[in-house]
């Protein structure tokens, strides 16, 4: 609670610092901010903090258990917020022609930050809900941020529309469940024999289900993302492609395994959604010619992946590979975009052929994308290799149980080892245009922030990969 009140503070402290005209102290100061943030959560999570402040901190009780600190939720809370500080060191740049409104930007980052924590951190249903919606209309407000440009007014609106449907769906499933359980307090519905409950309370958890699909554009309910993370500024698509992304995924994961429902076919549904997912996100992606549509569809396919965290024996064990898999995912995505920022913003030209000869005029930038790309891609080295190989050693250990579900295990494990090998053609598509084309135009300017956050990113995913304990020992701490 104490992180909630600290970050939504922090956002407010943005918004005044523009009346008092202090502006360039925005950024700064929120960095510091959202740094302290996620030293607290790392004493959090190895348990130091009550070691060296006994007796401080919010009794959670207080608040009735509408926030709930667990390590599943302190470790995505300082993904997310270490998410947001890259996101935020990419902000003066990318709004340098709009700098009355920086403070705005800020603002709305850290206050979808705030939604995200509430939904891998809350106690009670209704908290769940408040955070999916301060998280949606933040993005709803940031892919139309541009109001001269036709694309993202488009953007903006399919969002909007899109949101509001899935939130339709996520409200009525709540609804229902409290009508099957008379109570909004997860602590409370896990007491509850699922067996005893009627027919609503799966009703309840299947439209809450269906709800987070459209969150987080598993097929086939991921029409809308390809044009709006097409017609969204690109920090707004980097925004959606890593923390929105990762913070629905998360909450998805969270509610399913809390709810337990005991639906017939509903893990056969998931993997269905999960299959379909991997299978169409990267045969589409083939044919894109724009990165951030290509990007959108590569995202689709990365939903189908960490849906395999939900073929769990050991809870832990499906918690902790689907954490790796999505810290993974969301730093080669962050150093990924910092590089797209600085290609698109100086050509105007979000098409692969405008990266023609990156390895040429700046190795280093051309550096960071492959490996970024390689990482999506499952290549070893990077940490998107160990993400999947977690997953897929998850499974075939589940598949172990019974030689019908061996076979179906199996099956899983060969389309995505089969998708994989399919995302190479379309992320080769980028590296073959840096290192083999002849450059366009003028190398790009590579503005410093750019550059920081781009070779952070890629740094940290190559740690994670070298050292996976630094992530897979957080959930035992």
């Keep these: 609670m104490e992180i909630l009140i600290a970050i939504a503070g922090l956002g407010i402290l943005c918004l005044i610092a523009e009346i008092f005209n202090l502006r360039k102290a925005i950024v700064p100061v929120t960095i510091v901010g959202l740094t302290a943030a996620l030293v607290y959560v790392g004493l959090k999570i190895t348990g130091k903090f009550a070691v060296y402040f006994p007796g401080a901190g919010l009794d959670e009780k207080d608040f009735y258990n509408m926030f709930a600190t667990t390590q599943y939720g302190l470790a995505f809370s300082g993904l997310f917020i270490l998410l947001a500080i890259f996101l935020i060191a990419l902000s003066p740049e990318f709004h340098k022609n709009q700098k009355p409104k920086i403070s705005d930007f800020v603002a709305i980052k850290l206050f979808l930050l705030t939604g995200a924590i509430c939904m891998v951190s809350f106690g009670n249903l209704s908290m769940f809900f408040l955070g999916i919606e301060v998280l949606s209309i933040a993005l709803y407000v940031l892919a139309a941020s541009e109001p001269k440009n036709l694309k993202s007014n488009e953007a903006g609106m399919k969002y909007f529309l899109m949101g509001a449907f899935a939130s339709g769906f996520i409200l009525f499933g709540i609804t229902l469940i409290y009508g099957a359980t008379g109570s909004f307090d997860m602590a409370y519905i896990a007491t509850l024999d699922r067996m005893e409950l009627n027919k609503w309370f ?87 010619t724009n990165v951030k549509r290509m990007l959108a569809f590569s995202g689709i396919s990365h939903a189908g992946y960490m849906m395999l965290a939900f073929q769990f024996l050991s809870i832990t064990a499906a918690q902790t590979n689907l954490f790796y898999y999505a810290t993974a995912y969301a730093l080669a995505g962050i150093a990924a975009f910092a590089v797209i920022l600085t290609v698109t913003s100086s050509n105007k030209n979000e098409e692969i052929y405008s990266f023609n000869g990156l390895g040429k005029t700046h190795p280093a930038l051309a550096a960071v994308l492959t490996g970024s790309l ?69 190398a790009p300017r590579i503005p410093l922030a750019y550059s920081i956050v781009a070779f952070l990113g890629i740094s940290l995913n190559l740690l994670i990969a070298v050292w996976p304990n630094l992530i897979l020992s957080l959930f035992a701490a």
């Design 202 to 288: 799966s009703i309840g958890t299947l439209l809450l289900s269906i709800g987070l699909m459209f969150k987080i554009a598993a097929v086939p309910f991921h029409f809308w993302a390809p044009d709006v993370y097409e017609g969204s500024p690109a920090l707004t698509t980097a925004t959606m492609s890593t923390l929105a992304k990762v913070a629905a995924m998360a909450a998805f994961f969270k509610l399913i395994t809390e709810l337990n429902p005991h639906l017939p076919g509903f893990l056969t549904s998931i993997n269905v959604v999960a299959v379909l997912s991997m299978i169409v996100g990267n045969l589409i992606a083939l044919k894109q």
């Design 374 to 442: 390689l990482s999506m891609a499952g290549i070893p080295m990077f940490a998107g290799f160990f993400g999947k190989f977690f997953l897929f050693t998850q499974l075939l250990e589940k598949g172990t149980l019974s030689a019908q579900s061996s076979q179906a295990t199996l099956t899983l494990i060969i389309i995505a080892v089969i998708s994989s090998i399919i995302s190479v053609g379309y992320y080769f598509k980028v590296i073959l245009a840096m290192y083999t084309k002849e450059p366009a135009g003028e």
